[in-house]
């Protein structure tokens, strides 16, 4: 089956732990993205990829960082430096331009840090 | 600054009735507009979407318009069922410039038996 996978599904961490959430595609795409999502808002952008080894800032990437190694894969990993890091992340990935090309989006991960 | 508004905020329904759901936009200069449900706990699905040359488009029991002179898209869900309920989020895209797509805060169905 051809998508995009995110894991864990839930994850809990102590506050000032760094914690890195997996996300991989197998539908040969170009760009991938990684968005928040807070009750009763948008989606909001924290870092996105448009080839390997190349990543953007969003909206929303102080406290955040990524890599993009591999085409397949583009974990993000989350910093004490993030002041309000319990939100639900959902990862996404486009064939090309997502002014273009829909994204397809991951499961998403819900982090609860305490 | 691209926005996009969405409404209601949230809306229940008795199951087997039609709604509608508003959406606009001043994003600019448009390129396509989309209709994406969000099941809870779930990443969002694409419903539809639609350029500027495209006044309706349906899939299935969802139906979207868009008027592109008055930037407004609308959703309407035809026979309810309880599995329409969710979140349904648009999402407009622009033409050159800005990269990413503007994501509205979405409207949140419930449908009751």
């Known amino acids: 089956d051809g998508g995009i996978t995110q894991s864990p599904k839930y994850l809990f961490r102590k506050e000032g732990q760094n914690v890195t959430l997996s996300c991989e595609q197998n539908l040969n795409h170009d760009a991938m993205y990684w968005y928040r999502q807070d009750p009763g808002q948008g989606l909001r952008l924290i870092y996105y990829?448009?080839?390997?080894?190349?990543?953007q800032k969003g909206d929303i990437a102080e406290g955040y960082s990524v890599s993009r190694e591999k085409k397949e894969s583009f974990p993000l990993t989350v910093t004490s430096a993030q002041k309000n890091p319990t939100a639900f992340y959902l990862c996404?990935?486009?064939?090309?331009?997502?002014?273009?090309?829909?994204?397809?989006f991951g499961p998403g991960t819900r982090l609860t840090v305490t | 600054k691209n926005q996009v508004e969405q409404s209601p905020q949230s809306l229940i329904i008795l199951e087997g009735k039609n709604c509608t759901l508003q959406c606009n936009y001043t994003v600019s200069p448009f390129s396509n507009l989309r209709w994406y449900k969000q099941d809870t706990g779930r990443g969002p699905v694409s419903l539809t979407i639609m350029t500027f040359s495209e006044n309706t488009k349906s899939n299935g029991r969802y139906t979207a318009t868009l008027d592109a002179d008055t930037k407004q898209s609308s959703l309407h869900i035809t026979a309810s069922q309880l599995s329409d309920s969710a979140s349904y989020i648009c999402v407009v895209s622009a033409s050159g410039g800005s990269y990413i797509p503007t994501f509205g805060r979405g409207t949140s169905l419930i449908v009751h038996p």
């Open positions: 990829s448009q080839i390997v080894n190349d990543f």
């Open positions: 996404a990935s486009s064939i090309g331009h997502p002014n273009t090309y829909e994204q397809y």
